[in-house]
């Protein structure tokens, strides 16, 4: 590799989070159908978004 070289890793990073995400999902610590508001509502409404409107899905 070359200090000029780029590496793609925004896709393996989604699949890690899902995969934790469906994890603990699974074991009843988490809701899919759950609001992100529910669970971080500081960050979204500092970034003006509406987190009971995006679910953790």
Do not use: F, W, Y
């Amino acid at each position: 590799m070359n200090v000029s070289d780029r590496l793609r890793d925004h896709s393996v990073t989604k699949t890690s989070t899902a995969t934790v995400i469906l994890q603990v999902a699974a074991g009843h610590r988490l809701s899919t159908d759950s609001t992100v508001d529910h669970h971080l509502p500081g960050p979204i409404q500092e970034l003006d978004q509406d987190g009971r409107r995006i679910s953790v899905r």
